[in-house]
């Protein structure tokens, strides 16, 4: 009996003691839960709550932790994707075809981990899908109600990343501000989530603002007070505060901030205006931000932070040996985040070039063949934007005009390339009408058209033509040398094509199809050989430009305006 314990025993201890091992070892530290770390906003939005968690999982991945970042969302459209720009600024759109708040374009420029739909969750999102589970009769007998069957929801997706096991720390930032009407059920199903899962494995970052008020000379906490209080109310105690202000919080209101926000004097944390966003992970490491996450959610420091490569890109930011005029002709320039992520991929491949770019934004409303040679006489380079409708298209078509007949570098991107396709057949072939379809049906050369599998869709949300897809680049193309490599994936999202009729005929007069869609044979690259850098892509290469690695286009681009400058 004893001999056939003990081997019994002996061989319990052979089967699992390799899986403890492997459970050690891929987490570094005996962590066998995810932990998980609320952002929240109070006193007002647009405090940049999506940088601030950027910036602290920005230096949890330093320090060696597997950490990422989702947001919630608390509209109601399911996703952003049916917004004008105006409203809410880029849909940014990931790998596997999500339209995505753009602060999912920070996460991933930060912390260069693509993101995907899990990453993102709107109000709407989570109501879809309760209807429909109540439509399947999945809570058969009972009230549906917001609590707990959309709280319920909300948990569950706010885990769903964590439950992977690919990550070590999961960051959820709520959008909007604490006390509106639309963010209560999160703020409920984060005080229950903290609730279940203990004080060291959840912990709620509040940020705040601390207004400076010139006229008294003085920063204000109270509305810092408040907002914590409202965060109370809900049953909520922030255990960090992170007050974002435009002047250093000297000791004694920090003190204060402590005392009344019920937080430890460690847990106040400034957030002082920066020059550029880069510089924020930096600020947060100075002020012990991530040091005080871990220690709340009872973790190790492990090495300091690791930001070596971070830090040559900010100094490559800051000290730039040459500058260029970029021109950004586009119809949402009044508002900058309409742009976000080129203006970004633009930062990262001026650093890689060493070079300030100067974005010029144009509004491709107001150019035309009389005033093009004016407006960009300064310019030593211009990018067409990604767009849809009529308004501002004939100015961009002017644009790639100039840049054509001028070799100024020229960079479409989406719509900017289709108009490349419609300048091209209009002014070589002498197609006077050719167009779009989008823009005109009736046009007898419908150069670019809807593709194939979208004429009998009529849905307009999440439908159009997303995500990574497969693109082959031809030999001895300047897309090729751009690229070094063959194939290559990129993001889309368009309705509309390059027509593949007209493709041979405009590739005859020069216009060449670089790259095409291995399987679809959509063209997907288009450039001119006689020209300093005249090249127009279908997909959006800025989705993918990150701070660790700049995109390609962007960096030969800026390189190219660079040599056009010294001319
Ligand atoms: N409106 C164009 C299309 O749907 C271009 C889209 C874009 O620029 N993202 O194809």
């Not at 510089?279 to 932070?305: I, T, W």
């Not at 407006?375 to 100015?395: S, T, Y």
């Not at 216009?511 to 127009?536: R, W």
Request: charged share 20%.
């Amino acid at each position: 009996n004893y001999l056939i314990s003990k081997l019994v025993f002996s061989q319990y201890i052979i089967v699992f003691l390799p899986s403890f091992l492997h459970n050690y070892n891929t987490n570094n530290n005996i962590m066998n839960q995810t932990k998980y770390i609320f952002v929240t906003g109070g006193v007002t939005s647009s405090l940049g709550k999506g940088i601030i968690a950027a910036s602290l999982a920005k230096l949890l991945q330093a320090r060696g932790y597997r950490t990422t970042i989702q947001k919630f969302d608390p509209y109601l459209n399911v996703d952003p994707g049916t917004l004008n720009p105006y409203e809410h600024g880029e849909c940014y759109v990931t790998d596997d075809g999500a339209e995505t708040d753009l602060d999912l374009g920070h996460y991933e420029r930060f912390l260069n981990v693509p993101t995907s739909q899990a990453n993102n969750v709107t109000t709407g999102r989570i109501y879809l899908s309760v209807i429909e589970k109540e439509r399947r009769g999945e809570f058969l007998g009972k009230t549906v109600q917001v609590v707990p069957h959309i709280t319920n929801e909300i948990k569950d997706r706010m885990q769903l990343l964590g439950k992977t096991g690919d990550f070590d720390i999961v960051i959820t930032e709520i959008g909007g501000t604490v006390g509106d009407i639309e963010s209560l059920p999160y703020i409920e199903s984060v005080r229950q989530l903290v609730w279940d899962m203990g004080e060291h494995n959840a912990i709620v970052i509040h940020l705040t603002l601390v207004p400076y008020l010139a006229a008294a000379g003085e920063l204000k906490t109270k509305p810092t007070q408040h907002s914590v209080k409202t965060l109370m109310e809900s049953g909520i105690k922030a255990d960090i505060l992170v007050c974002r202000t435009e002047h250093e919080i000297s000791d004694e209101i920090r003190n204060k901030l402590a005392l009344f926000c019920n937080v430890k004097r460690e847990a106040v944390i400034q957030s002082i205006d920066a020059s550029t966003i880069y510089e924020v992970p930096n600020l947060m490491l100075e002020e012990g931000l991530d040091v005080v996450a871990l220690k709340k959610l009872d973790l190790p420091k492990k090495a300091a932070p690791d930001l070596k490569n971070w830090n040559t890109f900010l100094r490559r930011i800051k000290n730039p040996k040459h500058i260029v005029n970029i021109g950004l002709i586009g119809k949402y320039v009044e508002m900058q985040d309409c742009y976000k992520s080129i203006l970004e991929a633009f930062i990262h491949s001026g650093a890689a070039n060493e070079t300030k770019v100067n974005v010029i934004s144009i509004h491709s409303e107001y150019i035309d063949a009389s005033n093009v040679n004016e407006k960009f006489k300064d310019l030593d380079a211009i990018l067409v934007a990604p767009g849809f409708g009529e308004r501002g298209i004939e100015g961009k078509i002017a644009a790639v005009q100039y840049a054509r007949e001028n070799k100024m570098p020229f960079f479409g991107i989406c719509l900017g390339m289709q108009m490349a396709v419609i300048e091209y057949s209009r002014n070589i072939l002498g197609y006077a009408d050719a167009n779009s379809t989008e823009m005109n049906e009736q046009t007898a050369h419908p150069v670019v058209n809807l593709m194939e599998e979208q004429k009998n869709v009529t849905d307009k949300g999440g439908t159009m033509r997303l995500g990574a897809w497969k693109c082959d680049i031809k030999p001895n193309t300047l897309a090729h040398k751009i690229y070094g490599q063959t194939t290559i994936s990129e993001r889309h999202r368009h309705r509309y094509e390059y027509n593949s009729a007209y493709v041979n005929v405009l590739h005859e007069a020069g216009l060449k199809a670089s790259g095409v869609n291995p399987d679809t044979g959509l063209v997907e690259i288009i450039e001119l050989e006689d020209h300093p850098f005249f090249i127009g892509v279908q997909y959006h290469p800025e989705y993918k430009s990150t701070v660790a690695n700049p995109h390609p286009l962007f960096v030969n681009f800026v390189a190219a305006a660079v040599k056009a400058s010294k001319k």
